[in-house]
Structures are given as structure tokens and as C-alpha cells.
């Protein structure tokens, strides 16, 4: 029994998050024979299934998206490309959960993981501890957006939203917005709002890249290979799309050719009014739209002091390489719908290692 009297459950594995890397994770479990409840669990908060996809705005339809690619196992098929991406994924997820038998629970918020004894951690979560041999992390990033601070931002009169509070194009009409942000999201709501907003600015830190031709598989590796690097060094993982640029698509292109992406340097303060450059000039403004991505959720894992100088945690494949019980999938090299599949598949591989050599010790 622990101090809340409720007692503590054993297993072999904990997944936390139920997104494409913790579901890709729980396929692999399931196949090689691990039980759910029994031998591992899958711990998601939100209240339903489909990671953070259910949380997507409406316009966001399954077309826009840039290559979803299928859980393991099961295929996504025949999704009509005009419905939202927050209602196909999510109704394939639960699909997917149901075939195979996976018993996500949720909501339960992990809250920490700490050390227990004799080498099995401790999941601290809102419906109880679980205490376990391994940990694998499926956490995303959807929970963590990331908003930069810049001098004046607090005296802004307007309204400040986030990526992840888009509300779609239609809350923006008449309304006067600087967007922030030179990545997939911040180029998709200029495109979304130019047309209904009472004018548009796009502020970037650096000249947007627009990359032509293919994203052949080769492209598509070297850039996850530089992410990588990052993570294997203990640095905060940048974004994919951050090294491989903004495909330039016909969408793209009509928008630079009608000035919807014209982009200047970003702003040196926010005054009450707009946003100002240390030159004198300066764009009024009603929203101040961030859409400036998201961090690794994963202050759950604070007490176990995976993190390095850096501000990321060291990780080789999906381990991390303080603490071998410890995977994390989906971060880094591996936040895309593929990169979450093999992750999945490897850390699987790695703890079924890990856990034929008992006991576990750190
Ligand atoms: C707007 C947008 C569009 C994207 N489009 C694409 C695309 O087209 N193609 C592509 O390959 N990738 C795309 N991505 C990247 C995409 O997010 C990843 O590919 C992938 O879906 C992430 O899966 P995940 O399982 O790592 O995370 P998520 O889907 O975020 O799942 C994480 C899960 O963990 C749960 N969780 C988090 N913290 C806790 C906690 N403490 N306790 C319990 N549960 C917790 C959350 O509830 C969530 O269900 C996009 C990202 C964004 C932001």
C-alpha cells in the first residue's frame, strides 16, 4: 500500500501516452506475447482516443496533413481527405485500440516517475502508482506549446493565442494579426486567414527555407539524422520539419506569389497596440497568433534527473542513456508519424532485452 492506501500495481511495462509512438509501443507488446493489465499498461490523459490529434483544429482536414502514416498492424484506409484530422485519426485510433485488444486507460495524468525499490521505478499518476521494471515514454509534445517572451508582451491589449488554441479561420475575420512562426503551422493559418483577416503580417527568427523537388526517402533520412545527433548529445530535439524546410506545393507557391508569405524579421517588442522593430517600425494588431511549436512533455520525468546541460535528455535509439528502463519514443528523430512506429518497434525490442536480464539495476 502506498500513503494514499490505495496499493500499488505491478508490472513489467508502462506506457505513458496512447498517441501514434505509445500505440505503436503497445502493438509491439502485445505481439511478443505481453499481456495488458497483466504485464504492461497504457496510461493516456486525455479523455479520448487518438493522441493529440483529437485536439487539432477543424480545418485541419485529413488532406492537409503531410503524410500520416498507418499505426503498425492495421491500415488507415479509405479516410475522406475533406473530414477534420481530429475526427478520422481519432475513430481509427479507437479502431485500432479495440483490434487489438490494447485497454488504454485514461484519463489517468502521470504525474511523476520516480525511483522505487529494487530497481523498478514508480508511476505516480491521478488514479494510483504503478510500479514497474520499464518505462516507455509516449508523451508527444501537444501539451507542451512553447511561447517565446519578448520584451512589452504582457502590456499587448489584443489577444495572444497559441498554435494549439487555434480556433480556424473563421475567428479571425476582420481582425488584424501578426503570426509568428516560420514552420508547417504558422505558414497554414496565413494561408487559412489572409483571406478573412483585416490584414496579415508573418514574423519569422530566420528567412523561411522552401525546399523543391521530392521529399525522396534519402532527404527524409538525413534530415532525421540531424536530429538525431541533437538528441544523442543531450540537446532540446528540434522539429523534423525545422531541418527539412517547407515543402514548396502550389498552395505555397499561390500563396508567395500573393504576398501572403511576405515575411520579415521578427519584432523587438510588443507594445499595447502591435509590435515594434528597434528601427521605428511598427504593425498594429489585434491578435499576436504564436506559432511557435511545442516542447517535450516530460516534467513527469523531473524526479529521475534524466536531463543534461542541454536541456534535452542524452538518448541513443529510444533509451535513454542515464537510465536503460527509461525509452522515449515520438521525441526527437522519431516526432512523425513513421519515426513513431519504428520507435515503438525498437524500444519494445530493447526491453524485452532489458528485461531478460533480471533484476534490473541502475
Ligand atoms: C499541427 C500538427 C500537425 C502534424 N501533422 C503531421 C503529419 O501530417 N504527419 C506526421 O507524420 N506528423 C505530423 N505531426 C507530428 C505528429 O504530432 C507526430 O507525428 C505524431 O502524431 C505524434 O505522436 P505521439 O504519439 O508522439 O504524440 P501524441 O499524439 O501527442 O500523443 C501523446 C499522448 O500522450 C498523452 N500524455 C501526454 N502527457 C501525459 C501524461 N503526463 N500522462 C498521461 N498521458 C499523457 C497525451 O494525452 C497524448 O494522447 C504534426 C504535429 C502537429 C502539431
Same mark, same amino acid.
Request: hydrophobic share 40%.
Given at each position: *500500500?502506498?500513503?494514499?492506501? !490505495?496499493?500499488?500495481?505491478?508490472?513489467? !511495462? !508502462?506506457?505513458?501516452?496512447?498517441?501514434?509512438?505509445?500505440?505503436?509501443?503497445?502493438?509491439?507488446?502485445?505481439? @511478443?506475447?505481453?499481456?495488458?493489465?497483466?504485464?504492461?499498461?497504457?496510461?493516456?490523459?486525455?479523455?479520448?482516443?487518438?493522441?493529440?490529434?483529437?485536439?487539432?483544429?477543424?480545418?485541419?482536414?485529413?488532406?492537409?496533413?503531410?503524410?500520416?502514416?498507418?499505426?503498425?498492424?492495421?491500415?488507415?484506409?479509405?479516410?475522406?481527405?475533406?473530414?477534420?484530422?481530429?475526427?478520422?485519426?481519432?475513430?481509427?485510433?479507437?479502431?485500432?485500440?479495440?483490434?487489438?485488444?490494447?485497454?488504454?486507460?485514461?484519463?489517468?495524468?502521470?504525474?511523476? !516517475?520516480?525511483?522505487?525499490?529494487?530497481?523498478?521505478?514508480?508511476?505516480?499518476?491521478?488514479? +494510483? @502508482?504503478?510500479?514497474?521494471?520499464?518505462?516507455?515514454?509516449?508523451?508527444?509534445?501537444?501539451?507542451?506549446?512553447?511561447?517565446?517572451?519578448?520584451?512589452?508582451?504582457?502590456?499587448?491589449?489584443?489577444?495572444?493565442?497559441?498554435?494549439?488554441?487555434?480556433? +480556424?479561420?473563421?475567428?479571425?475575420?476582420?481582425?488584424?494579426?501578426?503570426?509568428?512562426?516560420?514552420?508547417?503551422?504558422?505558414?497554414?493559418?496565413? *494561408?487559412?486567414?489572409?483571406?478573412?483577416?483585416?490584414?496579415?503580417?508573418?514574423?519569422?527568427?530566420?528567412?523561411?527555407?522552401?525546399?523543391?523537388?521530392?521529399?525522396?526517402?534519402?532527404?527524409?533520412?538525413?534530415?532525421?539524422?540531424?536530429?538525431?545527433?541533437? =538528441?544523442?548529445? +543531450?540537446?532540446?530535439?528540434?522539429?523534423?520539419?525545422? =531541418?527539412?524546410?517547407?515543402?514548396?506545393?502550389?498552395?505555397?507557391?499561390?500563396?508567395?506569389?500573393?504576398?501572403?508569405?511576405?515575411?520579415?524579421? *521578427?519584432?523587438?517588442?510588443? @507594445?499595447?497596440?502591435?509590435?515594434?522593430?528597434?528601427?521605428?517600425?511598427? =504593425?498594429?494588431?489585434?491578435?499576436?497568433?504564436?506559432?511557435?511549436?511545442?516542447?517535450?512533455?516530460?516534467?513527469?520525468?523531473?524526479?529521475?534527473?534524466?536531463?543534461?546541460?542541454?536541456?534535452?535528455?542524452?538518448?541513443?535509439?529510444?533509451?535513454? =542513456?542515464?537510465?536503460?528502463?527509461?525509452?522515449?519514443?515520438?521525441?526527437?528523430?522519431?516526432?512523425? @508519424?513513421?519515426?513513431?512506429?519504428?520507435?515503438?518497434?525498437?524500444?519494445?525490442?530493447?526491453?524485452?532485452?532489458?528485461?531478460?536480464?533480471?533484476?534490473?539495476?541502475?
Amino acid at each position: *500500500m502506498n500513503n494514499t492506501g !490505495v496499493s500499488t500495481r505491478e508490472v513489467d !511495462v !508502462v506506457v505513458v501516452g496512447a498517441g501514434q509512438a505509445g500505440l505503436s509501443a503497445a502493438y509491439h507488446l502485445r505481439r @511478443t506475447g505481453f499481456e495488458p493489465e497483466r504485464d504492461f499498461v497504457v496510461l493516456d490523459h486525455a479523455p479520448r482516443p487518438g493522441g493529440a490529434w483529437q485536439f487539432r483544429w477543424p480545418s485541419l482536414t485529413y488532406g492537409k496533413v503531410h503524410g500520416m502514416h498507418s499505426l503498425p498492424g492495421m491500415d488507415l484506409t479509405d479516410a475522406d481527405p475533406d473530414r477534420p484530422s481530429s475526427e478520422v485519426v481519432p475513430e481509427y485510433f479507437a479502431a485500432y485500440e479495440r483490434a487489438f485488444d490494447l485497454r488504454v486507460r485514461r484519463p489517468v495524468d502521470v504525474r511523476a !516517475v520516480r525511483e522505487g525499490a529494487g530497481g523498478r521505478l514508480l508511476v505516480e499518476t491521478g488514479a +494510483g @502508482t504503478w510500479s514497474t521494471r520499464a518505462l516507455i515514454n509516449a508523451t508527444g509534445t501537444w501539451d507542451r506549446p512553447f511561447w517565446p517572451r519578448y520584451p512589452g508582451q504582457e502590456t499587448f491589449r489584443g489577444r495572444q493565442l497559441h498554435t494549439a488554441q487555434y480556433p +480556424g479561420p473563421e475567428w479571425f475575420a476582420g481582425r488584424r494579426v501578426v503570426v509568428v512562426g516560420g514552420g508547417a503551422s504558422g505558414t497554414q493559418h496565413l *494561408m487559412e486567414i489572409a483571406g478573412s483577416a483585416a490584414a496579415t503580417t508573418w514574423v519569422t527568427r530566420h528567412p523561411p527555407v522552401f525546399r523543391e523537388g521530392p521529399f525522396t526517402e534519402e532527404f527524409g533520412r538525413a534530415a532525421v539524422a540531424l536530429v538525431e545527433e541533437r =538528441v544523442r548529445q +543531450g540537446l532540446v530535439p528540434r522539429s523534423v520539419v525545422s =531541418v527539412t524546410g517547407l515543402p514548396l506545393n502550389d498552395a505555397i507557391r499561390r500563396a508567395l506569389a500573393d504576398g501572403v508569405l511576405d515575411r520579415l524579421p *521578427m519584432f523587438d517588442r510588443i @507594445t499595447p497596440d502591435g509590435v515594434e522593430w528597434a528601427d521605428g517600425r511598427r =504593425v498594429d494588431a489585434d491578435v499576436i497568433l504564436w506559432a511557435t511549436g511545442f516542447r517535450a512533455a516530460i516534467d513527469h520525468l523531473a524526479p529521475l534527473r534524466l536531463r543534461e546541460r542541454g536541456g534535452g535528455i542524452r538518448v541513443e535509439g529510444t533509451r535513454a =542513456v542515464a537510465d536503460p528502463r527509461i525509452h522515449l519514443v515520438g521525441y526527437g528523430p522519431s516526432a512523425s @508519424t513513421v519515426g513513431a512506429n519504428r520507435a515503438g518497434r525498437a524500444a519494445v525490442r530493447e526491453v524485452r532485452r532489458l528485461l531478460a536480464t533480471a533484476p534490473v539495476a541502475v
